[in-house]
Antibody
Framework: EVQLVESGGGLVQPGGSLRLSCAASGFTFRSDWMSWVRQAPGKGLEWVANINQDGSETFYVDSMKGRFTISRDNAKNSLYLQMNSLRAEDTAVYYC??????????????????????WGTGTTVTVSS | DIQMTQSPSSLSASVGDRVTITCRASRRISNYLNWYQQKPGRAPKLLIFAASRLQSGVPSRFSGSGSGTDFTLTISSLQPEDVATYYCQESDSTPYSFGQGTKLQIK
């Protein structure tokens, strides 16, 4: 069974740090891009960051650049999100997801259609004093 | 960054109704558009990718269309289990922005 399980959430004080983990199973983890998405209480989905197969490429939403770091350990089938300088507005459920690419040739160009087809159940981060 | 705007923000329809949700991108994104369904307390679930491709296992009453800046998610015959919030997401360029969501309820 294809599965993602997040862990590491909890209560942290403003300015503190937390490291989230996401354990993957049931698929070839090292072959896929992976993403983190968050959802503040009662709010919509917010894309956070993603990382390529070998960890050499990472992308972030501007508001988290410099504070959050996405990484992976393919030997452990694990994805991570290191969160520093946490603020109250970082309070959210954090989901990891597989960012699957479907490749197509379109008029002699190659297109990659990325979509998050597998999601974890989420881990809750609360930033409060 | 690309901004994604969904409409309506919420809607109420009867079982069996045809339901349409729209999503507009702030610039052209070809067909790099995904749709997700999220039920309360649950993780999102992929419905549609590449604007119109139905994800495996998703009922055929769901369909997607559009290209460029304007996209549509259609439920051909609303079922009680379709009560959820629906999100569009662009996958043209990072950050892969989501729309604000459309909350769908049964009348």
């Amino acid at each position: 069974e294809v599965q993602l399980v997040e862990s590491g959430g909890g209560l942290v004080q403003p300015g503190g740090s937390l490291r989230l983990s996401c354990a993957a199973s049931g698929f070839t983890f090292r072959s896929d891009w992976m993403s983190w998405v968050r959802q503040a209480p009662g709010k919509g989905l917010e894309w956070v960051a993603n990382i390529n197969q070998d960890g050499s490429e990472t992308f972030y939403v501007d508001s988290m650049k410099g504070r959050f770091t996405i990484s992976r350990d393919n030997a452990k089938n694990s994805l991570y999100l290191q969160m520093n300088s946490l603020r109250a507005e970082d309070t959210a459920v954090y989901y990891c997801a597989r960012d699957l690419a479907v490749k197509e040739v379109y008029y002699e160009t190659v297109r990659h259609y990325y979509h998050m087809d597998v999601w974890g159940t989420g881990t809750t981060v609360t930033v409060s004093s | 960054d690309i901004q994604m705007t969904q409409s309506p923000s919420s809607l109420s329809a009867s079982v069996g109704d045809r339901v349409t949700i729209t999503c507009r991108a702030s610039r052209r994104i070809s067909n790099y558009l995904n749709w997700y369904q999220q039920k309360p307390g649950r993780a999102p679930k992929l419905l549609i990718f590449a604007a119109s491709r139905l994800q495996s296992g998703v009922p055929s009453r769901f369909s997607g269309s559009g290209s460029g800046t304007d996209f549509t998610l259609t439920i051909s015959s609303l079922q009680p289990e379709d009560v959820a919030t629906y999100y569009c997401q662009e996958s043209d360029s990072t950050p892969y922005s989501f729309g604000q969501g459309t909350k769908l309820q049964i009348k």
